[in-house]
């Protein structure tokens, strides 16, 4: 190429470029846009390819020479994983920034604050400890090879991320079952669980505590004269509602009762409670809301009334309570008022179940049907079909349905799919589970996991984060030895007047009196 250049050129060249160097900055960019614009389109791809490597600068290796590792390792820690994997193949010196930097752990912490899932996949796995384990500053290549280990363990949770997925979508779990052996009435009407317990309210007027490792029963709560139709637990108290129109207080630890509530004057069909304000439901027809100051002092507000027949089922969030009767309506009523606004009608007999979270409610009848609603409008936006029976009882998160009928039967169904007009109903259910042999009374769910409860005086454990997603796996405990568990009852001394409430079960979901 230097051959082919004259020696005219040659000799001129420095003229030029001393002159060249005399000029302003926006004089120059001024002389070399002339010069291209006279330069023909293959003079103008010699320039190109000349210019492509100067306007590339490798500014992560530059900045640890000045000092500013941290700001290397700030710009390559807003990578995803795949574009992290590659910047580490770029050079040595980006790998190095990644791996001291930390880089992939943080990717995961990061993913752990944000996701359910991830959090759950930490807790299970057992790699939360290595996360909330101080970062130690150690020798380079101790603490490559810590970053090393998350860069391993990455591609292990997105294998299990998979796996779960695909076992939601298959139907394949591991099956755990607890055998309640009641000796009296059959049957579990309420359940909530954690990672450590699982509590459940029976037919035979007990709260029982369930180990979630042993499933062995550690306490049994006795202090109801009919049956717990519904509790909720949180860090602190158990409150439970039974068919002997009680409401009900207990120490989530000791099991102590620590009060008792006397307003409705029939069965206590469900209970919400969250933030200091605990909303009840009965058979009476009426909705009690309450302000709970602390577990010895909660005091009636207001009363809710307007439904027909019993009301089956309550939910609320800072702007509305939601309530479902046998009246085959529901009822929006403000949350700091208790004023009403609005019914949402559509179901063609009476409503067992529904949920409540942000503009979505989503309710189950006696009709067979799974209705879904925007709560501003009012609008009924999908109906769901395939129970058999009564569906008595709903969840759903960002992605399912999950319900539970009379039919014995669990669906697990599309939500996003649901709340797309444009899907067909009949790529809407998932996956039909058929473990229990009586009806479905309660179930709760979350990425990994559904517990249900059912007549058949049974508690499930439907795991779909089992490694080989087989069925086969099926462990059962049964309260057989009352020894092995922790025996509370308690007499109430102001409930012996009142009456043993008969169970609410034939009268839940029912329609309204003709």
Not at 21 to 46: A, D, R
Not at 188 to 197: A, I, N, R, T
Not at 276 to 304: E, F, N, Q, Y
Not at 391 to 420: E, M, N, P, T
Request: net charge negative; hydrophobic share 35%; aromatic share 8%.
């Amino acid at each position: 190429y230097i051959m082919s250049l004259s020696e005219q050129f040659l000799s001129e060249q420095s003229v030029c470029l001393e002159q060249f160097s005399t000029w302003s900055e926006m004089e120059q960019v001024n002389f070399v846009e002339q010069l291209l614009g006279s330069m023909s389109h293959y003079q103008h791809g010699q320039v190109q390819e000349y210019l492509a490597p100067m306007l590339q600068r490798d500014f992560i290796s530059v900045l640890p020479t000045c000092g500013l590792d941290h700001l290397a390792e700030r710009i390559l820690a807003c990578l995803d994983a795949k574009s992290l994997a590659s910047a580490e193949m770029v050079c040595s010196e980006w790998r190095r920034v990644v791996s001291e930097g930390l880089l992939w752990r943080k990717l995961i912490e990061s993913q752990v604050r944000r996701s359910n899932l991830w959090r759950g996949l930490a807790v299970r796995r057992g790699w939360l400890r290595d996360l909330r384990r101080p970062q130690r500053d150690g020798a380079e290549s101790d603490v490559g090879s810590s970053d090393s280990h998350y860069r391993q363990l990455y591609p292990k949770i997105l294998s299990d991320i998979r796996r779960i997925e695909s076992n939601w979508a298959k139907g394949s779990f591991k099956l755990r079952r607890i055998q309640c052996r009641s000796e009296s009435s059959k049957g579990v009407y309420c359940l909530q669980y954690d990672e450590d317990k699982i509590i459940s309210g029976l037919r035979d007027n007990t709260i029982k505590v369930w180990d979630r490792k042993s499933l062995e029963c550690t306490k049994v709560l006795s202090s109801h004269m009919g049956s717990v139709l519904c509790l909720q637990y949180d860090d602190d108290i158990i409150i439970s509602g039974s068919s002997d129109s009680t409401v009900r207080v207990w120490d989530v630890r000791t099991g102590q009762p620590l009060n008792t509530l006397y307003h409705h004057c029939e069965a206590v069909l469900h209970l919400r409670f969250c933030d200091g304000l605990m909303v009840t439901c009965s058979k009476d027809r009426s909705i009690a809301v309450w302000d709970m100051h602390s577990p010895s002092d909660i005091a009636l507000r207001r009363v809710l009334v307007g439904h027909r027949a019993a009301v089956n089922v309550v939910d609320f969030d800072s702007r509305y309570i939601v309530s479902a009767s046998g009246d085959r309506t529901i009822k929006v009523w403000h949350t700091a008022s208790c004023e009403f606004v609005r019914t949402l009608s559509g179901h063609k007999r009476g409503i067992a179940c529904l949920q409540y979270r942000d503009n979505l409610v989503v309710s189950g009848s006696s009709d067979n049907s799974i209705r879904l609603w925007d709560i501003e409008s009012g609008i009924c936006l999908r109906v769901l079909n395939g129970h058999e029976e009564l569906v008595r009882c709903i969840r759903f998160d960002s992605k399912r349905i999950v319900s539970g009928a009379y039919d014995g039967k669990i669906k697990v169904w599309d939500l996003q799919a649901a709340l797309d007009p444009r899907s067909s109903a009949d790529a809407l259910c998932i996956v039909t589970l058929s473990e229990h042999s009586g009806r479905v009374f309660r179930l709760q769910f979350d990425e990994f996991q559904i517990v249900s409860s059912s007549h058949d005086d049974t508690i499930l454990v439907w795991d779909f984060l089992g490694d080989d997603g087989d069925q086969g796996g099926i462990k059962e405990a049964a309260d057989e030895e009352v020894d092995e568990a922790v025996v509370l009852h308690f007499a109430d001394a102001d409930a012996e007047d009142e009456g043993g409430g008969g169970d609410a079960e034939d009268n839940e979901a029912g329609d309204e009196d003709d």
